[in-house]
C-alpha cells in the first residue's frame, strides 16, 4: 500500500475568511504586487464555521506517487514526473487528482479524498485567524513561492512554514485543489462574481505555486487556476465532509 503520513486535525472552529473591514488594509500590504481589491473581496465576510475532525497528508502528492498511478492505470506519465520524484506533482487537472484519490482509496480501502475548501484552510489556521500557515508574519524560508526557485522543490523542504499541526507546503510549492466549487461566500459583497469564468475549473485551489506571489500563501485567499495548469497539484484527506 502507498504510504502516506497522515495528521489527525481535531474537531474544532475555524474562523473563515478575511472580515470586510479588513480587505483595504490586505490590499494596501500587497500594492507592491498590484493585486484587486476584487480579489480579496471574494475571502469575505468572516464566518465561524464547526469543523469535524478529518485526516491530511503531511505533504502533497509527490512525482513518485503519481508514477505508481500512472503505470497502474495506463496513465501517460509526463516526462518532469519521472525525473524529480520527491516534487509535488504539478500541472494536474481537477479530475485527475480525483481519479488517484479514487484509485487510493480503492486499493487502501481508506476512505480517501480530496479535502474541502473549509478543511485545507482549518488545517493552515488552527484556532486562530494567523495570516499565514506558520503566523501572521510572512517571511523568506517559509514557502516556494516567487523568487525562492524557478519550479518545484522537493516536498517538506520549507519546515519552517508549518501550519499549527504541522501539515507542511501548505503555502507555495504547488497550488492545492481542493472538493469545493467556486461560490461568493454567504453575504458577500454584491461586486463578487458568482462565477469564475475565466478559470480552467470551477473548482477553487488554496495556497498559490512556485510562480506565484506572496498574497496567495495567506490562508484565506481563494481562487481558481488560469490554464495552463501551472502549478497546480493536489494534498490527500479521508474523513469527514
Known amino acids: 500500500m502507498m504510504d502516506i503520513d497522515w495528521v489527525e486535525i481535531p474537531a474544532g472552529t475555524l474562523l473563515r475568511g478575511t472580515r470586510h473591514t479588513d ?5 494596501a500590504a500587497h500594492a507592491d504586487l498590484h493585486i484587486q ?4 473581496l471574494k475571502e469575505a465576510p468572516a464566518a465561524e464555521l464547526p469543523v469535524a475532525a478529518f485526516a491530511v497528508s503531511r505533504v502533497p ?10 503505470r497502474e492505470t495506463g496513465r501517460s ?9 520527491g516534487h509535488p506533482v504539478d500541472g494536474i487537472d481537477w479530475a485527475s487528482a480525483v481519479a488517484f484519490c479514487d484509485w487510493l482509496a480503492a486499493v487502501s480501502s481508506l476512505p480517501v479524498r480530496l479535502p474541502t475548501e473549509t478543511e485545507w484552510e482549518r488545517c493552515a489556521r488552527g484556532d486562530d485567524h494567523r495570516e499565514y500557515p506558520w503566523g501572521d508574519v510572512f517571511g523568506p524560508g517559509r514557502a516556494n513561492l516567487a523568487g525562492a526557485a524557478d519550479s518545484t522543490t522537493p516536498v517538506g523542504s520549507f ?7 504541522g501539515v507542511l507546503d501548505l503555502a507555495g510549492n504547488v497550488d492545492e485543489w481542493t472538493a469545493t466549487g467556486y461560490a461568493p461566500y454567504p453575504d458577500a459583497d454584491p461586486g463578487v462574481p458568482p462565477a469564475e469564468d475565466w478559470a480552467s475549473d470551477p473548482h477553487i485551489t488554496r495556497g498559490g505555486a512556485y510562480c506565484h506571489g ?3 500563501a495567506r490562508c484565506a485567499r481563494r481562487h481558481g487556476v488560469y490554464p495552463p495548469l501551472r502549478g497546480a497539484g493536489f494534498r490527500l484527506a479521508m474523513g469527514y465532509r
Open 77 to 85: 506519465v509526463p516526462e518532469h514526473v519521472a525525473g524529480r520524484p
Open 214 to 216: 506572496r498574497d496567495l
Open 61 to 70: 502528492v509527490t512525482n513518485a506517487q503519481w508514477l505508481r498511478f500512472a
Open 23 to 27: 480587505v483595504d488594509q490586505i490590499v
Open 37 to 40: 481589491r476584487g480579489w480579496i
Open 159 to 165: 519546515p519552517a512554514g508549518a501550519s499549527p499541526y
